[in-house]
């Protein structure tokens, strides 16, 4: 499935990506950054094995805690592990992949690695980077893709012109992706890093949000990383709440509690949003029922890995956040670069200013929260999608500090839940939702004043990749859209092939001198086929 995705503008892309190599520098690098979280593996292995008198801890389930011990029989050698003495000790398996990272050995240029027999051909790198790289007319979509367990960040590479879309590159993740959120801001380098980059250097990055409490950036103009360029979160104190708990030689895991604190988070990060005004600060909402402030210009790793500022005022799971952006082809009132906008599963959507918080205005809604999502063409309108399948528009200076529920208009968009909501950057007043109930719509919202006259929609799909979690308007193609969902599928859908969709936007295109390729008879939809996917994953 892929559970989130986001576009990369044209001409951002580094035209050839450099492969992350191991060489000194970035052994130095990794060490750094693993070194606390392998002491702290180690410190819970000594501590668990203390415990347990030295016996570790194992899983028992319940029929075998209701067995009464046999009595001992003087002829079971069993108790002398004769088949097993050749074996290593289970405390070296617990360090996991990257227990021998310390001792290894690496050469600057692999030709001096006696191990490497087949040396490299300048002919073959020169193919390579030519099929690697990036044309200034090519976007980048970025998806959180998960299948067989595995989770992974997969790179597209879309070009409008040729009508071709295919998977550039992709990297592991850790964690199951819950949201990515794109940045150009390159966050400090560790403490010891010697490559030499410089916090807020413009780039291609992206900020990924799992089911871990840390927050891991990674640079997508680097390809074969193996370990991410900042990591936002108290890793060393996080990995304490996956401990085991008990004494004695039969353990059990037992959840510690997740007590939400000022510092990180202790929960799953479910949604980002990056600042592109201030552009070394990054919001987060997290399951741990807060909202935090990461400024990435601070050099990650200890106790500056904490957060900046951390918001408690919601009670549930903070599910969406949004800082208040305008359109590119709004007016400068139409955003407030210090203001956020969140959502929550205790059904309630906060307005606040970063600066001053507790004086919010707040919204309440009548079912859980799936996004929220600032209008950019209106200067103080903004958008819910809910579980129930209803999107709600509100105006903030209606709203009031101990909330009220009156919503400037109630759209019923889905028969399921509404998983994800945009509003094109192009043109006003055009509107694209999807939902668990397969579909993808564009709405058209006529409005003079800050009420809409009318909402009608425009073009519904089935896209047949099952049900959607993620979808957004591209930031150079006029109403094309890319989606996905349960299927594992990525789909390009330029709806501008549809006749509707021009009649009703092709008037607001012109206006703003919007250009668009007006045959007809080009593909309406690109996606890359696989047919490792099973049609179970769509269901």
Not at 375 to 399: C, M, P, T, Y
Request: a negative charge.
């Amino acid at each position: 499935m892929i559970s989130s995705g986001v576009w990369i503008a044209r001409g951002v892309a580094a035209r050839h990506p450099t492969k992350q190599k191991l060489d000194e520098a970035e052994m130095e690098r990794i060490s750094a950054l693993t070194g606390t979280e392998l002491g702290e593996a180690e410190r819970q292995l000594a501590q668990a094995q203390a415990e347990a008198g030295g016996d570790g801890w194992e899983d028992v389930d319940e029929d075998e805690e209701a067995m009464e011990e046999d009595e001992t029989d003087a002829h079971d050698l069993t108790r002398y592990h004769l088949d097993t003495y050749d074996e290593e000790p289970s405390q070296t398996m617990a360090m996991g992949a990257l227990s021998g990272i310390r001792g290894a050995q690496f050469f600057r240029d692999d030709n001096d690695d006696p191990y490497m027999t087949l040396k490299d051909d300048p002919a073959d790198e020169q193919e390579e980077r030519e099929q690697l790289e990036i044309l200034p007319t090519d976007n980048m979509i970025l998806t959180a893709k998960t299948e067989d367990d595995v989770s992974m960040i997969e790179a597209y590479v879309y070009s409008s012109e040729d009508q071709n879309l295919y998977v550039h590159h992709d990297l592991l993740l850790p964690s199951f992706p819950l949201h990515l959120e794109w940045l150009d801001y390159a966050p400090a380098p560790f403490e010891g890093d010697t490559r030499g980059r410089v916090a807020g250097t413009m780039g291609n990055f992206v900020a990924v949000g799992t089911m871990d409490p840390e927050i891991e950036i990674w640079d997508m103009d680097t390809i074969e990383g193996i370990f991410p360029d900042a990591v936002l979160g108290r890793k060393d104190l996080t990995s304490r709440l996956d401990a085991p708990s008990g004494t004695g030689k039969k353990k059990r895991r037992v959840p510690k509690a997740r007590v939400p604190n000022e510092t990180h988070h202790v929960d799953a990060v479910l949604s980002l949003s990056w600042n592109r005004h201030a552009r070394n600060l990054l919001a987060s909402a997290s399951a741990d029922t807060t909202v935090k402030l990461w400024d990435l210009s601070r050099p990650m790793s200890g106790t500056s890995s904490s957060a900046l500022r951390s918001f408690s005022a919601h009670t549930d799971k903070v599910q969406s956040v949004a800082w208040q952006v305008g359109a590119p082809g709004g007016s400068s009132g139409t955003e407030n670069p210090a203001v956020l906008l969140s959502g929550s599963y205790d059904k309630t959507i906060r307005v606040f200013d970063a600066r001053m918080a507790e004086q919010a205005v707040v919204a309440r809604i009548g079912a859980d929260v799936e996004a929220v999502r600032w209008n950019g063409w209106k200067e103080h309108s903004f958008l819910v999608a809910l579980e129930s399948g209803i999107v709600q528009g509100f105006d903030v200076r209606a709203l009031t500090p101990s909330g009220t529920d009156a919503a400037l208009y109630t759209l019923v968009a889905h028969d399921g839940a509404c998983t994800s909501l945009d509003i094109s950057p192009h043109i006003p007043g055009c509107l694209l939702t999807a939902g668990t109930d397969r579909q993808v719509k564009v709405w058209n919202v006529d409005s003079d004043g800050d009420k809409p006259r009318s909402i009608s929609l425009v073009s519904a799909r089935d896209l047949g990749i099952g049900k959607l979690f993620t979808t957004s308007f591209s930031p150079n193609d006029p109403l094309t859209i890319a989606a996905a969902g349960s299927g594992g599928k990525l789909h390009i859908w330029d709806t501008l092939t549809n006749p509707g969709v021009r009649r009703t936007f092709g008037d607001r295109l012109r206006q703003h001198h919007l250009s668009w390729d007006e045959r007809t008879e080009r593909p309406a939809d690109i996606q890359v086929d696989d047919d490792a996917e099973s049609d179970e994953d769509a269901a």
